[in-house]
């Protein structure tokens, strides 16, 4: 018997492969994305410290008001331009960009354009 394709563990798949090649330094943090049903997440992460210097989603307040929905491509712009100024105002010019086994259209296409339009480079 075939097994049905499971779309949340192949990408989970992708995600740990990818994962095993890209690292975020101090001098070029990681940027990573999660999409939920309902939201969009974005972390910038030192992976040499552990922690996560910016973070920005559409469940926050500051978007959530702006936003009439919060899981399209208008809020993941929306996301991708909060956190390059976020990222901005800490110092952050150049990052690795992680789209955690996403393709590269859409909603993960939008947040990465709207960052690199804000002046992010990866």
């Known amino acids: 018997m075939i097994k049905p394709i499971d779309k949340k563990r192949m990408r989970n798949k992708r995600h740990l492969r990818v994962r095993r090649r890209i690292t975020g330094t101090s001098d070029k943090p990681r940027m990573t994305i999660f999409k939920s049903e309902k939201h969009i997440y974005a972390q910038i992460i030192d992976d040499t410290k552990g922690h996560t210097i910016v973070s920005a989603s559409t469940v926050e307040k500051e978007l959530k008001e702006k936003l009439t929905k919060t899981w399209d491509q208008n809020a993941a712009?929306?996301?991708?331009?909060?956190?390059a100024k976020r990222a901005k105002e800490k110092g952050i010019n150049?990052?690795?960009?992680?789209?955690?086994g996403y393709k590269y259209h859409g909603k993960v296409k939008a947040l990465a354009e709207a960052a690199r339009e804000e002046g992010l480079k990866f």
């Not at 712009?77 to 956190?83: A, F, Q, T």
């Open 77 to 83: 712009y929306e996301v991708g331009r909060l956190i």
């Open 94 to 100: 150049n990052i690795v960009f992680d789209r955690s």
